[in-house]
């Protein structure tokens, strides 16, 4: 029987880790359990943060095996080799999908029935090898995709526009990757087509604006990669937020990574369109208007992916 107030981390470097951090302080859970091959890594985890317990909300913080995972309402997996400065999230694939086949056994052992939140990277190529290998239903079996993309969209408009990011209504879709997207055509500030509110502020270089944005969003990672070697709190936060989603049954939409049927033509692959999220994970996909561009540009980053699955799986 699934225990909401428990949830599981696979991978304690440093997004594992930091995710574990944010989701200690949201109070969501009482009991969190960390797995690493390095089981000393993840004691040290389990240690740093619970002595800050006094200081924090109650919660029984330990570093266990996969036995521990049977009753998680939420299995995180960030284990995996890391994205080296230089080298594309697709370069990690034939490494990281081996790392996944060593694991997604032993969770299919367990018969766990909770929600399995995959946020390795290549986190699409990752996704599919899970669902794949770990034999759960097909939508408890999501990846965080581009919802940290979105945010980093949604940031660097609210900065361009000088209006809360909040208020923003925009998704990057397909890979998380090289051949991500944003859906301009669909854009809107509060019900107001993205166009007219750039006007609004003064901005009528659209096409340009865009692409730079857009392009900064594409080279996010990279950037912080360059500059401090790893990037982790923003997954983090996305970790957190995704969670809430599925323990609160909030319902949200999100761009979460999940299993493509006939979604624009598309079958077969885990890639991100906004999809609600609630306590069964993926309960549906939201059908959002594209442009033909856009849906072009969808079905490419579909077949990059497919072509991928076809070398490695």
Request: glycine letters at 8%; aromatic letters at 6%; hydrophobic letters at 40%.
């Amino acid at each position: 029987m699934v225990n909401l107030r428990k949830i599981a981390i696979i991978g304690c470097g440093f997004v594992g880790s930091a995710g574990a951090f944010a989701l200690m302080q949201s109070g969501l859970f009482s009991e969190m359990v960390l797995l690493d091959a390095n089981k000393d890594r993840a004691e040290g985890e389990a240690l740093d943060i619970g002595h800050g317990m006094p200081l924090a909300k109650p919660m029984q913080i330990y570093a266990g095996n996969y036995d521990d995972l049977t009753d998680a309402a939420v299995i995180v997996v960030t284990a995996g080799a890391n994205q080296k400065p230089g080298e594309t999230r697709l370069d990690l694939v034939k490494k990281n999908v081996a790392i996944f086949k060593s694991i997604m056994p032993e969770i299919s052992k367990r018969h766990c029935e909770g929600v399995m939140l995959v946020v390795a990277n290549p986190v699409d190529i990752l996704t599919y090898t899970a669902l794949k290998f770990s034999g759960m239903p097909e939508n408890h079996v999501i990846g965080s995709g581009t919802v940290l993309d979105t945010a980093r969209l949604k940031y660097l408009l609210g900065e361009h526009l000088k209006v809360d990011s909040r208020s923003i209504h925009a998704f990057i879709i397909g890979e998380h990757g090289d051949s991500e997207f944003a859906t301009w055509s669909s854009a809107n500030i509060s019900g107001v087509p993205l166009s007219d509110f750039c006007n609004m502020r003064g901005h009528f270089n659209h096409v340009e604006a865009m692409r730079e944005i857009e392009n900064s969003v594409r080279n996010s990672a990279y950037e912080i990669i360059k500059r401090k070697n790893a990037t982790y709190y923003g997954i983090a936060m996305s970790i957190k937020k995704i969670a809430e989603s599925i323990i609160r049954d909030e319902k949200s939409v999100m761009p979460i990574s999940s299993l493509m049927r006939d979604t624009y033509g598309i079958n077969d692959v885990c890639l991100s369109m906004p999809a609600i999220v609630g306590k069964d994970g993926v309960e549906d996909l939201i059908p959002i208007r594209l442009s033909a561009e856009e849906n072009k540009k969808l079905r490419s980053s579909a077949e990059i992916l497919k072509s991928v699955l076809n070398d490695v799986l």
